[in-house]
């Protein structure tokens, strides 16, 4: 039985778009998230960045891999039914954690999220991936776009720096081109979603977000989960996140004590 959340048609979805939206995820932990995002921003991790580009306005916050240390994440990943969404799109028996992000942009902000795909980044190689892209304001113009499909393309879209643009591995044939979804006329997928809405798309799926032009904040919160099918492989060059010192070969599953699994069915 799928969690309530869950239709069969938003497995289709899932399945064959890469992407669909899930009404309430998070509804019951908005201000927990809220409380979480300001308790990561009072106290930044090691990757934390403010994306400080030349000519942009504005302050874009974003930080990753700190829901050990932050008790109000870890109150979400272990007790929302994120778990349980997961396992139902993904059609895995089992739900792992993979890494949490906190992804701010105050009134005004130009930047934009750049297209990308978060796959490539990763040294997660699988079918069954997830990330929930949950706002904590209501959010229309700076909301989450995806491209309908773009999972189930044949290479990966190359990785790139955020601000100074530069690829993030030396690009020897694997990677295409980051495309421009507008101009080329591809379905993009968008939502206006209120507080604890989540997106949910797959790592392979193209995504990106507008900067934000409103009056008021734009808080959201990710998490990264994998499936039964997930499997550590080799980049052509550092891992974002990198996870040092984590000793995994390449075909293994990622390991439990770092990696803890959520949910087994």
Not at 114 to 135: A, C, K, L, M, N
Request: charged share 25%.
């Amino acid at each position: 039985m799928a969690h309530p959340l869950v239709t069969q048609e938003m497995i289709d979805t899932y399945q064959q778009d890469g992407v669909v939206l899930i009404k309430g995820l998070f509804a019951d932990y908005v201000d927990t998230l809220r409380d979480g995002i300001a308790a990561n921003m009072a106290e930044p991790g090691p990757y934390a960045s403010d994306n400080q580009k030349q000519g942009e306005t504005g302050l874009f916050f974003d930080d990753y891999c700190n829901w050990s240390r932050i008790e109000q994440f870890q109150n979400v990943i272990h007790n929302s039914p994120a778990a349980e969404v997961a396992a139902d799109l993904m059609q895995s028996q089992t739900v792992q954690m993979f890494h949490d992000h906190v992804l701010v942009k105050e009134p005004g902000t130009s930047m934009a999220t750049p297209w990308h795909q978060d796959g490539p980044y990763y040294f997660v190689e699988g079918r069954q991936t997830i990330s929930f892209w949950s706002p904590l304001d209501p959010v229309t113009q700076a909301t989450l776009r995806c491209v309908a499909g773009s999972h189930r393309w044949e290479k990966e879209v190359l990785p790139t720096r955020w601000v100074s643009e530069e690829g993030f591995f030396a690009d020897e044939g694997q990677y295409i081109p980051i495309p421009d979804p507008d101009a080329e006329g591809m379905r993009v997928v968008e939502f206006e979603m209120e507080p604890g809405d989540a997106v949910a798309f797959n790592y392979r799926t193209l995504h990106g977000a507008r900067g934000n032009q409103s009056d008021s904040r734009r808080r959201a919160f990710s998490l990264r989960l994998v499936g039964e099918d997930a499997r550590y492989v080799e980049r052509p060059g550092r891992t974002s996140p990198p996870f040092p010192g984590h000793d995994m070969q390449p075909g293994q599953r990622l390991r439990e004590d770092w990696f803890p699994v959520l949910l087994r069915r």
